[in-house]
């Protein structure tokens, strides 16, 4: 396979979906984002993102922060050639080369200094005092100015830090040099037929004990909930929105979280692009009440987030399954730098301290597998 020509592998359960030979890339910006995903959804298997920034065309968000990055919305690859292989493959296999023997990000920087971010935390909580939030989920971008071999990266994540969404996705000459690799731990949608999972996490901590006794957590969760629930109202048929699993502790590499699980069936009229348009930008990595957090967000964090805290999947339209992931702890490789966005919710009895450490934690395992080789911080000065 000519890695020049694009490829991904996703995971499907325990099993990996291996995908080569891409027939056809669909890219969209703005207003025809949702739209695109008609096409999407009408054949075929297909990989790709929707970026956080979509939200734009959503909710009347008065934009501050320029895209530097130069993505599109969206971005979805159909491939011809689809198998499935209980073990991942070789790097030699799918990618067409073989896997390095090291990975070197470079040198890394942060959008966000620890006293930037505390000041930032402060002026969530002023919004907060107000009433005119809940939770406010606040973010910042690791930048490194290297860009590996994706699938090398891809690898090494999945070896050190296994997920149950891990993916890659090398768009190939329709979007060159842009690659996501994504060890996600967080389902956005998954849909089977007119059955709708989302299963938002909302609370992590380096071990289960402390986030099982932690109040502010399970609080910060069920506001979460609260607003799945609402996003799938939408679309779901009346009665249909339950609850199975509230509160579920789920242990990853290097830290525990916080899981709650929220089921409906769609109504027979909604197609992709409505579920999509209706949860989106998912509501763990946004806060509550959406709209007025889309613009806080906007007005607050120095750099768009780009794919980070979108959505990034797969779906078959043959067999009428959906599973996308919600876009964090998701690399993305652009314009031969590589960039990595951690964050977490901010409430009223939130720390900065303790919230910066916690971002600190939730990259620390990825940093290991992609980026500590080189011996290079990551510059937050």
């Excluded at 071999?149 to 060159?176: I, K, M, Q, W």
């Excluded at 940093?367 to 990551?378: C, M, S």
Aim: charged content about 25%; hydrophobic content about 45%.
């Amino acid at each position: 396979m000519d890695a020049r020509q694009g490829y991904a592998v996703v995971r499907d359960g325990d099993r990996w979906i291996i995908c080569e030979r891409p027939a056809r890339v669909v890219t969209a910006r703005g207003t025809d984002t949702f739209a695109a995903l008609d096409e999407v959804a009408g054949d075929g298997f297909w990989v790709g993102f929707v970026a956080y920034d979509a939200g734009r065309a959503i909710e009347n968000i008065q934009p501050r922060i320029d895209d530097d990055l130069g993505l599109p919305d969206l971005a979805f690859v159909r491939f011809d050639d689809v198998r499935v292989a209980d073990e991942l493959p070789t790097a030699e296999a799918v990618a067409g080369n073989v896997e390095p023997s090291s990975i070197d990000l470079g040198r890394g920087t942060s959008s966000l200094t620890p006293d930037e971010h505390a000041g930032l935390v402060a002026r969530i909580h002023a919004l907060l005092l107000a009433g005119e939030c809940y939770q406010v989920n606040l973010t910042r971008r690791l930048t490194f100015d290297a860009a590996p071999d994706p699938y090398a990266l891809f690898t090494a994540l999945t070896r050190l830090n296994p997920s149950p969404h891990a993916g890659v996705c090398v768009f190939g000459e329709a979007l060159p040099g842009v690659a996501i690799v994504s060890a996600s731990p967080e389902l956005f949608l998954r849909v089977d037929g007119r059955e709708v999972e989302t299963r938002p996490i909302k609370g992590t901590a380096a071990d289960a004990e402390t986030l099982r006794a932690s109040e502010k957590d399970r609080a910060e969760n069920l506001m979460i909930v609260d607003l799945a629930r609402n996003d799938l109202g939408r679309v779901c048929e009346f009665g249909s929105i339950h609850v199975p699993a509230l509160f579920a502790i789920e242990a990853h590499p290097g830290l525990a979280h916080l899981v709650s699980t929220v089921r409906g069936r769609l109504r027979p009229d909604v197609g992709l692009d409505d579920l999509v348009r209706a949860t989106f930008p998912p509501a763990s990595v946004t806060g509550a009440p959406k709209p007025r957090v889309l613009q806080a967000i906007e007005d607050l964090e120095p750099v768009r987030r780009g794919v980070y805290c979108g959505t990034f999947g797969w779906v078959d339209a043959a067999r009428g399954r959906v599973e996308l992931a919600v876009a964090i702890r998701t690399f993305v490789l652009a314009g031969g730098r590589t960039h990595l966005g951690i964050g977490g919710g901010i409430v009223a009895d939130s720390c900065a301290h303790d919230e910066w450490v916690e971002t600190e934690l939730k990259g620390a395992r990825l940093l290991q597998a992609a980026g500590a080789r080189t011996g290079r911080p990551v510059d937050v000065r």
